[in-house]
Every structure is written in C-alpha cells, then in structure tokens.
C-alpha cells in the first residue's frame, strides 16, 4: 500500500518506546513526560560526568597544553567513562536492541555503535592495548545525543489520548424503566430491548428506538449535520447524541461493542496501529551513515592489515572511522529545526503533534475539508432579514422576533439574539409565550399576537410568500406573523468563514486538490463548494464513509491530508497521511489528529503546507552540514592521504566535529527568519 503509516507519534521517533497498550484508557501523554525527565536527568548527570573526563583526557591536555596525571589517572577517566557510557547511552543501547528487533536500524543504532567502539577501544588501551583514548569524545557524544533527544520530545506534544476520549463520550450511567419505576443503572449492565428514559439536555446513553416523546436532538459529533434533527416515536437515536428540550423513552438496540460510538473507537484504533510503522527522516538518513560506517570501518582495518601494518594502528584507524562517523552535528540536525519549527508553529496557532506527519505535510497532493465548522463557522448566523408588511419597517421584525427567541433554547434563537445584540436593537417584553409543536413559537407583544414560524406552518394557513423571502440552498428561513398576517422574514445560515476562500485559493495555487466531505445534504454542500471552487464534495456521508473516501483517495495515489472537528471526523483523521483537527472541535478530533489548529483558520492550513516544505529544506541543509563533515573526515580518518603524511588524528577530528555542529545551530535559527517573511 502507498500510504506510508506515520508513525502514532513518538512510537518510532523514540524506538524504546515500543509498549504501544491499546487498552483504550492508557494515558500516553504521562508516560511522554517520565521519558522528558528521563532524558533531560541523563543529559546534566553527564555532562556533570564529562568535566573531569575532559580535563583528565590526554588528547585535551595535549590540545591545551598543560600536563594532569597521577597515579591512577587512568583508570579514574576509565571510571567516570564506564559511568557515562552505561548510564547516559543507556537509551540508546536499549533503542538499539529494539531497532535490530523490528529490522529497521536508524540513529539509535548509529549512535549505539559509535560510542560502543569508542568505549570498547578506548578501554583496551586504559589495560595495556597501544592506541589513543577516545573516552572524552564518548562522553560529549552522549551528552549531545541526550540534549537532542530531551529538545526533540520537548517540542512535540505527548502523545494521543484519543480513544479515551470517545470512551469518556458515552454516558456511564442510564435511567432504566421497569414496570412504571425508573432507576439508574450502569450503561453497561443494560440489554437488549430495556427501556430507559432521556431527560431534556442530557446525553442518549445508547442506540436505540424511541417509544415515546418527541425532542430535537443534537447529532452534530456523530454526523456533522449542523442542525438539531427533530425525533419522535419510532426513530433512532445513537448513544453519546445530546437530547434537546423533551423528554423521551427509548427502547435499547445495540449496546457494548455494537453501538455505534464503539465502531467509531475501533475504527480510529485500527487506523492509528496501521500508522506507527513509519521513520523519521534522521532515522533513514542514519541507517545509510551506519551501514557506511561499519563497511568503512571494517574495510579499514582489513586495508591496514593486507597492507603489513600492525595491528594497532589498523585498530586504531578503525575506531578513528567509527567515532567520526557518528557526527554530533546530525544529533543535533533535526531536533533544532524541529523544536524551533514547533515553536513557531505554537505561536502562529499550529499545534504538531506527530512530527512525521508534520514532515510529510510537504508531500500534501489533495485536501479533504469537513464542512461544518471548519469551511463554515458552524453556528446558524442571520445572513438576511427584512419586513414583507407596509406597517412594519426591516428592525420592527428583528424587535418583535426577539421579543419571542428570547426566551427559547433553540439553535435558530441564538442566532436570531446575537443578530439583535450587533444591531442593538431593544427588544419588548413578551406575555403568555406558548411552543407551537414542530411548528414554531406565539407570544402577545404590545398588545399584538405575535408568532416566529416555519415555512410549513404558513403554507398550511394558504398564505403565498413572496421571492424575496424564498430562501436559497444554505438557508433556513423563519417567518413573522403579527394578527395573522404575514409581516417579515429572517434568513439564518451557517455561514461561510471569511478565510476558507482564500484559503482555497492558496491551496490551488499549490497544486492541491481540495474537496469537502459533510453530513450535511447535497443542496447545502453545493452551494458552499460552487460558492468556494472546489474540486468536489461529497454529501451526506457517515463517519465510516469519510473513512472510506479517503482511503479511496490514497488508493488512487493521493498523499492526502483531512480537516475537521468532531466525533465523526476522527476515523478520517487517523486514517489521512496527514490529519489536521480545527481547535473549536471536539477533544476526540484533536487527540486523533496530528496537526491542531488553534484558531480555526482554514488559511493556517495553507501556511501549515508552506511551512512543512521551509522546515523540510531547513532539515536537509542541516543534514548535508552534518555529513559534509563526515564526507571528508571519515577517508582523512581511514589514511587514505597517509603515504602523504596526512592523517586525521582524532584532536582535528573534535574541531571540525564542534565546527560543524555550531553551522547547524546557526543554520536552523535561519528558519525563524523565514516565518516571518511568510507571515
């Protein structure tokens, strides 16, 4: 399959934490922190360790020029080294054993050699072997490894607590009903066919058949459909759904595994284990520096050996090879460019939590936007209202209808209110307010009868309206009547966002495709992707069937990324090379994601591409400062120039080492310079 799993963030990133538990209620992000400290302990227990491994080194007296030895120097250095190498290279000799166990060598193989031999050889010449001592470069590589490990893990975020998340969804508890008494019991205790009973506000606590009762009731995390859905007897509902303003009774269907919500969480689950195979880039780079080393290593000593030297000073060579390959610089190469495009990212609104996807973000061909609440801003907003009544002027109808939706709960009345709150328009008392079912509201203003109804409802009492009023595919229209007559309108739509335009716009310059995925029908999705440009959309469609198209997509050899905010978004999210949750979302779509937005911005996706590509480039400059280096000092270190009387001894080898690690230092700082001139 072309669709490279990436990675269920930090499984590979860091291979000793391979423990992935799936129970669903593991909380990740805890254990994420112990390994921080865990690192962040090794590094300045080390590097306290390191002081007096450099002063009692050889090769640093020599560089410096004073002369500190005494009678048991040696071995004090042997011990402080011997400390270092198990205690701060432990992760990576444990990291090492699990990358050979999953096949799949990368920098902590690379990093477990190096100092392996460093230590190996160096010990051997502390009991007698002739040779240099490479103890103090043993030292700083693991103390620069170990700060690059704890500067990367800082900057990515812990990691997905998602399933927990939907678990957390569904209500723990229901009201059973048995012979006329109701009790509460725990969700799980109930069973097939049991009748429980739903009070206004609260949530559904399992999928099931309604007996009696009517309600709206609010399925927006499950479908993405942005209006409360009218329920009455005989229709289903899904658990973790919230009940609206009635009461209702509802007969049991699928409980336990079956229920819906639980197909979600093992849809989600499935998606996130098919991820956590992939490798970083420094990961795969590594692997090819590793094999290098050990072919050039090997091949050195052998060289020495046809050619009649001794054996010593092949060894020796060898081991010069085998250190300097290991550049401290690619430590340091990508953990920089990350934690520093991690911050920025943070403080222009874009949270990373898999860095592999955020690496990937680069490779993006085609965008799927979920509609409501990502492309739209997924609240009903009065897009238009005015009088159809000579009487009465445009802010009369705003008045007198707020006189009435003021006092209701329904979704519409908030908008209505937050219209009359931006217009200031002061709103009359209302007496004897009364619901008329399915159909609207009635209430007497000033002295007048006052009702805020449906289309349907005026339609039943044969009154034409006229094309003004007639609402267009995104709109809900609702209607004034005063006396009996029909006296204005008011348009109410989920509104556009003012950005997700130019966000299309950026995207198509790119050369991606955008398309839009909703659960909303297909005359509301037309008219926002006609409205947009988009490439197409999909209508109507049911969390597993985003999942589905976007597994179409990659099939079709798509790198695809998806973009949403709820319960059914997540499946998708987990499933695309590259899921983007919106911040005003549900906690379940952000703990699947890879990429949160904070400000529900579709332009900061934009920036998001933009930005994967700068951070990639930043990282592969750094990678060829880092084995630049190598490039020339692992021949120098192998003596191919020694009939010339050059040879690289390990003293240059620290300074063109320490050299390249400043340039890469330097050059991932440059990054800031470029978000801003983006921004």
Not at 27 to 47: E, N, P, Q, T
Not at 155 to 171: C, D, F, I, T
Not at 245 to 274: C, F, H, P, T
Not at 316 to 329: D, K, L
Request: with cysteine; hydrophobic share 45%; charged share 25%.
């Amino acid at each position: 399959m072309k669709h490279q799993d990436k990675n269920n963030h930090n499984e590979k990133n860091h291979n000793h934490e391979n423990h992935e538990d799936h129970s669903g209620s593991h909380d990740h992000s805890g254990h994420h922190a112990m390994m921080i400290k865990d690192f962040r302990k090794r590094f300045w227990v080390s590097l306290a360790a390191t002081i007096p491994i450099l002063v009692l080194s050889p090769m640093i007296q020599d560089l410096i020029g004073y002369d500190l030895t005494f009678r048991f120097s040696g071995y004090v250095l042997f011990a402080l080294s011997s400390f270092v190498y198990f205690y701060g290279g432990w992760p990576f000799l444990t990291g090492l054993v699990d990358e050979l166990k999953k096949q799949q060598p990368g920098m902590m193989t690379l990093i477990a050699v190096a100092i392996t031999v460093a230590f190996g050889y160096s010990s051997a010449t502390t009991f007698g072997l002739e040779g240099k001592k490479f103890f103090w470069e043993l030292a700083t590589l693991i103390d620069i490894m170990l700060l690059g490990h704890w500067i990367e893990m800082k900057s990515v975020m812990g990691a997905s607590r998602s399933l927990q998340k939907l678990v957390e969804m569904m209500p723990a508890e229901a009201h059973l009903v048995e012979d006329g008494d109701t009790r509460d019991v725990k969700v799980d205790e109930l069973e097939k066919d049991d009748v429980v009973s739903v009070r206004p506000g609260e949530k559904i606590p399992v999928d099931g058949v309604i007996t009696e009762g009517e309600s709206s009731v609010n399925e927006s995390m499950v479908t993405g459909e942005s209006k409360p859905v009218k329920k009455s007897k005989d229709e289903k509902v899904i658990g973790g759904t919230i009940n609206g303003n009635g009461s209702l009774k509802v007969q049991v269907q699928q409980v336990g595994d079956e229920a819906y919500l639980s197909k979600v969480i093992n849809m989600v689950r499935e998606a996130q284990d098919k991820k956590s195979k992939t490798q970083h880039l420094a990961d795969r780079i590594a692997f090819w520096l590793t094999i290098i080393a050990l072919t050039v290593g090997f091949g050195t000593l052998t060289v020495w050996l046809i050619l009649d030297k001794p054996f010593v000073f092949a060894l020796e060579r060898m081991a010069s090879v085998m250190v300097i390959t290991c550049p401290h610089a690619l430590g340091l190469a990508v953990p920089l460019v990350v934690a520093i495009s991690t911050s920025i990212s943070a403080s222009n609104g874009l949270l990373i939590r898999n860095r592999t996807a955020f690496e990937n973000s680069r490779k993006i061909s085609l965008l799927a936007f979920d509609k409501t609440g990502t492309l739209t801003k997924g609240n009903f907003g009065v897009t238009r209202f005015g009088a159809l009544h000579n009487d009465y002027n445009d802010k009369d109808i705003l008045r007198l209808a707020g006189a009435l939706e003021s006092k209701s709960e329904h979704p519409l009345a908030t908008g209505i209110m937050d219209k009359i709150k931006s217009e200031e328009v002061e709103i009359p008392e209302a007496e004897n307010f009364n619901a008329i079912t399915g159909k609207g509201i009635e209430a007497d203003v000033d002295g007048k009868k006052v009702k805020v109804v449906s289309p349907g409802y005026v339609k039943e009492q044969e009154i034409e309206i006229p094309g003004e009023a007639d609402n267009n595919a995104q709109e809900t229209v609702v209607f004034v009547m005063i006396d009996k007559e029909l006296a204005g309108f008011i348009a109410l739509a989920d509104e556009i966002r003012e950005t997700s335009k130019e966000a299309v716009n950026i995207l198509k310059d790119n050369g991606i495709k955008v398309y839009m995925m909703t659960g909303d029908n297909e005359k509301v999705a037309k008219s926002v992707s006609d409205e947009l440009g988009l490439d197409g959309y999909f209508a109507g469609i049911l969390p597993d069937q985003k999942l589905e198209k976007i597994e179409e997509f990659q099939q079709d050899g798509e790198f695809v990324a998806m973009t949403g905010d709820g319960i059914n978004d997540a499946p998708a999210l987990a499933t695309a090379d590259v899921g983007i949750a919106v911040g005003s979302g549900t906690d379940v779509a952000a703990e699947t994601a890879d990429i949160i937005l904070v400000n529900s911005d579709p332009k900061d996706i934009a920036s998001l591409v933009i930005f994967g590509k700068e951070t990639y480039k930043k990282m592969i400059q750094n990678f060829v400062w880092a084995t630049g280096y190598n490039v020339v000092a692992i021949p120098l270190a192998a003596g191919v120039l020694y009939s010339a009387g050059i040879l690289i001894n390990p003293a240059l080898g620290a300074i063109l080492m320490s050299l390249s690690t400043v340039i890469v230092a330097v050059n991932a700082q440059f990054l800031r310079r470029k978000m801003k001139v983006n921004h």
